[in-house]
């Protein structure tokens, strides 16, 4: 079983600021398969990056994800007051999907 | 407008069943991949089961054995069957819809569906 771990669990950032986001797989995977998600208090959760470095529609430029293998990284330049919340890393692993554990993006 | 309207969840005694029900909207339910993912309080995401586009179904180890994903398309609806509830399976549960060209990422979600298992 494959696990993922966003090893930031609080990002302290003011807005403005460029945000960056990882997450780690425990072995190589296909980048393909490789979603981000936000989630606000809440909230049901919202995607933001499929494949990697893909922006679903109607996401803002400044949401942009990259990565390949293990790596894999979710910026956000210039944030903006609505961005602070959490974000999930997600695999498809053909039978299963897995999350990572969330990094909270809270406001400093 | 696609969407996704969770219901069923509330307040069941350990050992009890339940069963949630996801209606959609704007697309079919046999057209993406339908899963149920839900969170612990104060927790993060949990995936719980997947029913592909052709019928195949898979569930996570904590849920093996004690749930059944299954959907009707004359109604759009997906279901969850929960049996043998614990404390454990206390959560909010929403449904999510994966197309295939977003490489199965969970494009559409519900606003979920709240799960208390306590006696």
């Known amino acids: 079983e494959i696990v993922l771990t966003q090893s930031l669990g609080t990002l302290s950032l003011s807005p403005g600021e460029r945000a960056t986001l990882s997450c780690r797989a425990s072995?190589?995977?296909?980048?393909?398969?490789l979603a981000w998600y936000q989630q606000k208090p809440g909230q049901a959760p919202r995607l933001l990056i499929y494949g990697a470095s893909s922006r679903a529609t109607g996401i803002p430029d400044r949401f942009s994800g990259s990565g390949s293998g293990k790596d894999f990284t979710l910026t956000i330049t210039r944030l903006d007051p609505e961005d602070f919340a959490v974000y999930y890393c997600?695999?498809?692993?053909?039978?299963?999907?897995?999350f990572g554990q969330g990094t909270k993006l809270e406001i400093k | 407008e696609v969407q996704l309207v969770e219901s069923g969840g509330g307040l069941i005694q350990p050992g009890g069943s339940l069963r949630l029900s996801c209606a959609a909207s704007g697309f079919s339910v046999s057209s993406k991949y339908m899963s149920w993912v839900r969170q612990a309080p104060g927790k993060g995401l949990e995936w719980v089961s997947v029913?592909?586009?052709?019928?195949?179904?898979y569930y996570a180890d904590s849920v093996t054995g004690r749930c059944t994903i299954s959907r009707d398309t004359s109604t759009n609806t997906l279901w969850l069957q929960v049996n043998s509830l614990r404390a454990e399976d206390t959560a909010v549960y929403y449904c999510a819809g994966a197309p295939r060209y977003y490489y199965y990422a969970m494009d559409v979600w519900g606003q979920g569906t709240t799960v208390t298992v306590s006696s």
């Open positions: 029913i592909h586009t052709g019928g195949t179904t």
């Open positions: 072995q190589s995977v296909s980048s393909n398969y």
């Open positions: 997600q695999l498809y692993g053909g039978s299963s999907y897995t």
